[in-house]
Each structure stands twice: as structure tokens, then as C-alpha cells.
């Protein structure tokens, strides 16, 4: 986080919530926080605490309604004429009102609408025209999303703000999209939590207190600091590259990497792995299905060969280890673990080249096992955890040898674009084990900042 120390981030709905959590979180580690909202006494109050806790940053309070227009360009006015401008952006502020489309109220839809849709978009067309303003190359864009972004719920209550969230999902995407035409390196993200406990069910329901009270006893929710904790990971810089075992050892490193043999297409090895694993250090309490492979094997003319390869590796291996795991940790009383699956972008979209879909194909598997195994886990009553990481074009040797027997695009493979690292993909796994045991990262989508599609 230290390059964003003293740079502007906007933090919009900073009165209560995951709004002050970030806007408190961000000036602690030395950003200038404009944070907004209409009960502004509320982020004074915040910005007074901030400053006795003797934190690096500063909270500056604004009043801005952000359901009117005139108010937020009074805003970004302000910030440019006081602060020169915005460096991050991070649309919070949303709501949602109980109003079911067969019979709910127009007003409230409206409301809804011009929050969690018109301003986000407003906010993020007016910051991005105060970073191209000012060169700023390196801005990021964050929108608060929900999980009812991606999936509805059967809660006709909610239905309306699901789809204000679904349209952020599409926001988000086609803004980073923009901002790849302009070749920019100005970021964009959404963040998508599930129940986070905040005054939001309260005034969700504000005439029903008990249907709130009920749906934070229903889950265990998560707090608005773990959503501020997604927020700084977003924001901070990629951590040193990871280093291999006898580097390890001559780095001092406290940890130790045991080598194993195995190949993943044989179960008989698979399972003697984990028999070695139960009698040389008790069992697993995390497990990383990272191993994973294409062939360039299109539908219309791939070979059956290449095809059970990456089915064998992709999702079988994967499975078996999953299985194992879980036993080795049950068998243990083990109930903080972790199974991270290393699924791809692929696995969430199928892109137009043939030589990928079956690739694709296996990592849509991933994505299914992954919610699977989640709720397998939720059925068991354990605390032990499922984790997606999707990340697009990584620079390792898998697109090579996905290429091997075709030199031209073998050559051409990391030239369009700046790839992500494996290192990258190390800080995504590191962020989900360090998450509190509360919380349970889904699924973290990553995208060189440079992709176009
Ligand atoms: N809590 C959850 O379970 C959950 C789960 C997933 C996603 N989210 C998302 O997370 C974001 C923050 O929610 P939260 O849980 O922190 O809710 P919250 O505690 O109810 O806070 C909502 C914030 O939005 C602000 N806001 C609402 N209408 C506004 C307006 N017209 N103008 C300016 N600010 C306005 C509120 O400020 P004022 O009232 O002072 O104006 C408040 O600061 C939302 O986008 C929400 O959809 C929440």
C-alpha cells in the first residue's frame, strides 16, 4: 500500500458500514479519504477519530446526496480544487428497499436505480476524467457489488436490488473494457460480498427490525473490516515472487517444501501421496489444486487422447485430492482448512478460441465443484473452506507447452499485453488463507490490467 500513501481515494456512503470501514482502513495506512454520504456529522465524528488515533492519512467529511447529480460534480469540483483530484475511487454507497417486482413501489425501484447504478456510474465517469486529467496511469476504480450480482436469490424482496447489482457486474466489466481502449492502466474491480453485518438489513427492513435481526442470525455474517480488507488487497502491490524449494531453504524461509513425485492421472499415486503425507506429518490442512494443463484439441477435430488428459488432470486429479483432503482433515478434527482450486477465467466464460473449449469445458467443472464442494462442506457442519482463484494469462510455461507444436503463436503468446506473474496468483492465495475464519473468499477473478477481452 505504500505507493498509494498521501494520494486521494473518494469513498462514497463513509457515514456507517463497510463505507467507514474502508474510509477508516484506507486513511490508516496514510491515504487522503474523501468520504461521502448525507449524514455527514457521522463521518466528522469518524474523521475526529481517525485524527486522536494518530493515523498517517486524513478523512475529509463531505455532504453529497448522491441521487442527485448537481451534488456529485459539486463534489469532484471540490476535490479538484482542494486535492487536485482522484486517484481511487471506490463506489460504496448502495442500498436496497423490499420492494418485489410484482407489486413493489416505483419510487423505491427509482431510488435503488439512481444509488447503486447512476451515481456509481457517475462517480466512476468523473473520476476517471480527474485521473486523464492529470496523467494519473495507475488509478483504480472499485465497485461495492453483492453476490446477488451474480446469482438471484429466491427473495422477492431483494429481487430489484439483484438486478441494480447484476448491472454493476456489467458495469465493472464494461468499464474495464474502456478503459483498455483508451490504453490506460487505470484499474477497475468489483467486490462482491455476502451478508456483511452493517446498519444495511436494518434499513433494508427498517419497519420489520425482527426480519433483519433474523437474517444476521441465520448466517454468521462477515464484519465491514473483512470487506476493507478486500478493498487494501485490490489496492496493494503484488508481494515478492515466490521462490522454490532449495531456495527456500538458503533464503531461511521458516517454512519447509517437501518434494513429492506424482502424477496426477494415476489415483493409485494420488493416494499414496496423501498415505505418506498421514504418516510423515500427520495430514493436509490446506490443499492447492494448482496442477492443471490444455491441449489445443478443438471439438470438431481434437483427439479423444488430449481431451481425457485434461479431464484426468483438470478434474479428476482435482477431486481426488479434494476427497483426500477432507478426510485427512475430518480425521483430524482439523475444522480451519482450506481447498483452493486454481480454476482459470475460463472457467466462468468461453472465449471464441477453438483450441480452448474443451480446456474451458474442464475449467467450468472447476467452477461447479468448487460451489459443490462448498455446500458439501456447509452440510457437514465444518468451518473448512472452498476457494476459487480464476486469473486470465499468466506468464509460466503452461501457455508454451499449450503451443508447443505451433512455434508462430508459441512466439506471439505473451506479446499483446503485460501477463499476470505467478506471483500474482501467490498474493491471490495468500490474501484467501489470511482471510479470518469467517469469512470465505468464494472466488477471486484476476485480469492483466492491459487485456482488452
Ligand atoms: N451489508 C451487506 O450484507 C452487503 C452485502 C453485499 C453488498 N453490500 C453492498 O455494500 C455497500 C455498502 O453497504 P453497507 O452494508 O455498508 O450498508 P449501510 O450500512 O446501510 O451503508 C450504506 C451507505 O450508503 C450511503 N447512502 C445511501 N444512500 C445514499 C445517498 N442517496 N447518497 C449518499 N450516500 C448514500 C449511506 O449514507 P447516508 O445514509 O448517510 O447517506 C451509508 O453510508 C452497498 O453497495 C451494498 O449494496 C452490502
Redesign the pocket.
Known amino acids: 500500500m505504500e505507493r498509494w500513501r498521501g494520494r486521494v481515494a473518494l469513498v ?8 467507514a470501514a474502508v474510509a477508516v482502513e484506507l486513511v490508516r495506512l496514510g491515504m487522503k479519504v474523501v468520504g ?4 455527514v456529522g ?1 463521518i466528522q465524528k469518524l474523521a475526529a477519530e481517525c485524527q486522536s488515533a494518530g493515523h498517517p492519512g486524513v478523512l475529509v467529511p463531505f455532504k ?4 442527485k447529480e448537481e451534488e456529485i460534480l459539486a463534489m469532484f469540483a471540490a476535490i479538484k480544487e482542494q486535492h487536485k483530484g482522484v486517484d481511487v475511487c471506490i463506489n ?4 436496497a428497499h423490499p420492494e418485489a417486482l410484482l407489486n413493489g413501489k416505483t419510487s423505491a425501484w427509482k431510488n435503488m436505480w439512481d ?2 447504478v447512476l451515481a456509481l456510474s457517475i462517480c466512476a465517469r468523473e473520476a476517471y476524467q480527474s485521473m486523464k486529467e492529470r496523467n494519473v496511469d495507475d488509478g483504480h476504480i472499485i465497485n ?1 457489488n ?2 446477488c450480482g451474480h446469482q438471484v436469490f429466491s427473495l422477492a424482496d431483494a429481487h430489484f436490488y439483484s438486478a441494480t447489482k447484476y448491472a454493476v457486474t456489467a458495469l465493472t466489466e464494461g468499464l474495464r473494457q474502456e478503459l483498455r481502449a483508451e490504453n490506460t492502466h487505470i484499474r477497475a474491480t468489483c467486490i462482491s ?4 453485518e ?4 436494518s ?1 433494508f427492513y427498517n419497519d420489520s427490525p425482527e426480519k433483519a435481526a433474523g437474517i444476521y442470525a441465520a448466517v454468521k ?1 462477515m464484519k ?1 473490516i473483512d470487506v476493507a480488507s478486500a478493498v487494501t488487497y485490490v489496492l496493494s502491490a503484488p508481494p515478492h515472487v515466490q521462490k522454490l524449494a532449495a531456495e527456500c531453504q538458503s533464503a531461511g524461509h521458516p517454512g519447509v517444501l517437501v518434494p513429492f513425485k506424482c502424477d496426477l492421472t494415476k489415483e493409485e499415486e494420488i493416494l499414496s501421496m496423501f498415505a505418506a503425507i498421514k504418516e510423515q506429518h500427520k495430514g493436509v490442512d490446506v490443499c492447492i489444486n494448482n496442477a492443471g494443463l490444455a491441449h489445443p484439441e478443438p471439438l470438431l477435430s481434437g483427439k479423444t487422447s488430449g481431451w481425457k488428459n485434461m479431464m484426468d488432470v483438470n478434474i479428476l486429479g482435482l477431486s481426488i485430492c479434494t476427497r483426500e483432503a477432507y478426510q485427512s482433515m475430518k480425521e483430524r478434527n482439523v475444522d480451519d482448512g482450506h481447498i483452493i482450486n486454481i480454476n482459470s477465467v475460463c472457467g466462468h466464460h468461453v472465449m471464441p478460441h477453438a483450441d480452448l473449449h474443451f480446456y474451458t469445458a474442464t475449467k467450468f467443472a472447476v467452477t461447479a465443484l468448487t460451489e459443490g464442494l462448498r455446500q458439501e462442506l456447509r452440510a457437514e457442519n465444518t468451518h473448512i473452506r472452498a476457494t476459487s482463484i480464476s486469473p486470465s494469462l499468466v506468464k509460466t510455461e503452461f501457455p508454451l507447452r499449450l503451443y508447443s507444436n505451433n512455434p508462430d503463436i508459441k512466439a506471439r503468446v505473451f506479446s499483446a499485453y503485460k501477463p499476470l506473474e505467478a506471483k500474482d496468483v501467490v498474493n491471490a492465495i495468500i490474501y484467501v488463507l489470511s482471510a479470518p475464519p469467517h469469512v470465505q473468499i468464494g472466488e477471486v477473478q484476476m485480469l492483466a490490467t492491459e487485456q482488452k477481452s
Open positions: 462514497t456512503g463513509a457515514s456507517v458500514g463497510i463505507g461521502c454520504a448525507r449524514d457521522k453529497c446526496d448522491l441521487t460504496n454507497a448502495g442500498l444509488v447503486n461495492m453483492s453476490l460480498p455476502g451478508v456483511v452493517t446498519e444495511f438489513m434499513r455474517p465491514a
